[in-house]
Nanobody
Framework: QVQLVESGGGLVQAGDSLTLTCAVS????????MGWFRQAPGKEREFVAG????????YYADSVKGRFTISRDNAKNMLFLQMNSLKPEDTAVYYC?????????????????WGQGTQVTVSS
C-alpha cells in the first residue's frame, strides 16, 4: 500500500511561485511512476506533470511546460512540483498520484494511489 500526502498549496498572486511537496510512504518512490494532477471546480481532473521510473523522464502538460518543474528525491521518498509564473487559470486542487509498473501514462484512471489534494489559488 502506498500513502501520499501533499503539502505546499496556498493563495498567491499571478506571477508568483509555489512548490508543492508529496511525501511517499509504503513503497520506495524510485519504483513508482508518479504524477501531479489538478482539478478545478466544474472541470475534470487533468494531468499536469509526471515522472517515470524505468527511464527517468519528465512529462508536462502543454499548459504548464516551461513554467512548472517536477522532480523527485528518492533518498527522502518525496516528489516535488515547482510552479513558477503562476496564472489564475492554474487555480485548482492539486493531487499527487502514483502508479506501480510500466508504462508511464498521463491518464488519471491509470493511477492507483492518490493523495488528499492541496488547494492552489492564484489571484489576478
Amino acid at each position: 500500500q502506498v500513502q501520499l500526502v501533499e503539502s505546499g498549496g496556498g493563495l498567491v498572486q499571478a506571477g508568483d511561485s509555489l512548490t508543492l511537496t508529496c511525501a511517499v510512504s509504503g513503497r520506495t518512490s524510485s519504483s513508482l511512476n508518479m504524477g501531479w494532477f489538478r482539478q478545478a471546480p466544474g472541470k475534470e481532473r487533468e494531468f499536469v506533470a509526471g515522472i517515470s521510473y524505468v527511464i527517468v523522464t519528465s512529462y508536462y502538460a502543454d499548459s504548464v511546460k516551461g513554467r512548472f518543474t517536477i522532480s523527485r528525491d528518492n533518498a527522502k521518498n518525496m516528489l516535488f512540483l515547482q510552479m513558477n509564473s503562476l496564472k489564475p487559470e492554474d487555480t485548482a486542487v492539486y493531487y499527487c498520484a502514483a502508479k506501480i509498473g510500466a508504462p508511464f501514462t498521463t491518464r488519471p484512471g491509470s493511477y492507483t494511489y492518490w493523495g488528499q489534494g492541496t488547494q492552489v489559488t492564484v489571484s489576478s
